[in-house]
């Protein structure tokens, strides 16, 4: 009797926590530092949590459920942390977070980006060869009243033009593209002006990447060229591969396809280029113009799409300038001078203004509209101008292989701001924060997320696992750890209400996660 008194026995509840992508991200964190390096630049006295600790814990949330800060404390509780990092319930409130992120002004933040950069190619040894910069912009719900200078009203990507928007500058690796260098700026100004103020901070990167890379190679596109910036860049020690506007060099898009040669191996399928050299930014340099098949089929359903629309607005207004002639038109009568301006409106834009046309014509007292497309303009731009890339390059030895390889590596950078768009993941946006200092501290806390995530992919790609960054984190986050509560070990203790014994177990791994399991050594934090 005293035996079975003693067994287990039913279990009196269980709890579920989220294990695999918290404890695999912890130990990414704990390799790369982190909490050290931000301690290091927040001046905190040593009384409860770290500034750093705090930062982690935002960082982790980012890539695994992002979290508004008054819910960061709920979504501890349903992960591993508080075994891993335990903080009392009142720690954790919004306001506790935002005190602490109070140590770290602009200066700190570069700092520690800094050190996190140099640590990551100093131990990590992240591929240098290549580097590629761009820029994106993300929507806030700030008021107009609202103090931040970061938040302007431009031209956003969403579209959301009622919106104020932040921008975020970001460098990244060739490999698994790990974030090298960020830079929040304000949402207005053109990328080549935003280009002119960083280069500075990214060629004083080259000085801290140059013990690890002799050759490095910086790629952007056409949107931040201008003659100061590429004067900036010649004088650095970079390499670089860039774009130009096709319209401004109309020499090279005369060029014949006949010139043009077929690039060899599958990478380059339906790809053909033609190399020169021209003055271009005050120098001779090497020109390659590029005509790809897939950029062409993407710019004819691009010009089809956006072509049916125009021709149904076309007709539309058509029918509308008819009705107004009918006894009983409610609306004002149509001018000659408001039609032509409509008109202008709707034949304008990339491409379909070079072969959509349309007229106001007279008859009888009456206007009347004409439009149609006209067929040998358009088939001299599909031959002439589209599937076009020129590209150009500082570095004379780079084959025209290398060149266009390089110049498709962009997809690392954009592939970057898709994951911080990602409702469901880094989701950096939308962005409730009041000032500049808490909008930089959440970019960091999202750059860092996204840092950490690009690492964890890599080292598992590394050992041999073919899987995609998103696969990978919804796998992690399926193996949970269960804690099984059972009754107090005697009667006695029962009969007190001795504290419930508690077993802890994970779920039932698949092959896969076993697979994970062991590359990503999580065995370390499994409870005893």
Known sequence: ???????????????????????????????????????????????????????????????????????????????????????????????????HMQYLDEAALAAIEADVTRRLVED?????????????NFDTFLCSESPSRLARRGHAKSKRTDLRIVGLALMVSWDFHVPLFSR????????????????????????????????????????????DNIEVLDRSPYHV????????????????????????????????????????????????????????????????????????????????????????WPGKPFTREGLEKQLASLTAGQYTSEFLWARVRESDGRLAIEFGTDHRAYRRLKSRVLGKRVLFTTNPNLTDDEIVFGYRGRHHVERAFREMKDPCFIRFSPAFHRTDAMIRVHALHCVLALTLMSLLHREVVTAGVAISQRRLLEELKRIREITNYYPAHSEEDAGLGGRPRAERVLTRLSPQQEQLFRILELGQFEAS
């Not at 591929?127 to 994106?136: H, I, K, N």
């Not at 062409?296 to 359903?301: E, K, N, T």
Request: glycine share 6%.
């Open 1 to 99: 009797m005293r035996l079975l008194a003693e067994s287990r026995g039913r279990a009196l509840w269980a709890e579920e926590r989220e294990f695999g992508a918290t404890a695999a991200l912890w130990r990414l964190a704990d390799r790369l530092r982190l909490v050290e390096i931000i301690d290091r630049h927040a001046r905190k006295r040593r009384q409860g949590a770290s500034v750093g600790e705090y930062m982690l814990l935002a960082t982790i949330n980012r890539a695994v459920d992002p979290k508004s800060k008054a819910g960061l404390a709920e979504w501890y509780r349903q992960t591993i942390l508080p075994r891993l990092l335990p903080l009392p319930p009142e720690a954790l409130c919004s306001q506790r977070f935002w005190d």
């Open 124 to 136: 990590f040894h992240v591929d240098l060869r290549a580097l590629f910069y761009d820029t994106t």
């Open 184 to 227: 929040v700026y304000e949402g207005n100004p053109p990328d080549s002006v935003t280009f002119s103020k960083v280069l500075d901070d990214l060629v004083a990167r080259y000085q801290m990447f140059q013990e690890r890379c002799a050759r490095i190679t910086l790629v952007f596109d056409k949107g931040n060229n201008s003659g």
């Open 241 to 328: 591969i860039g774009s130009l506007v096709p319209a401004q060099h109309q020499d090279l898009l005369d060029i014949p396809l006949c010139k043009f040669r077929s690039l060899e191996g599958p990478l380059f399928e339906g790809m053909r280029v033609v190399r020169t050299e021209k003055e271009v930014f005050g120098r001779r340099r090497v020109i390659l113009v590029t005509r790809s098949q897939a950029l062409l089929r993407g710019q004819v359903r691009g010009i089809r799409q956006h072509l049916t629309k125009k021709l149904r607005a076309l007709r539309d207004l058509q029918r509308r300038l008819q009705r107004s002639y009918q006894p009983g």
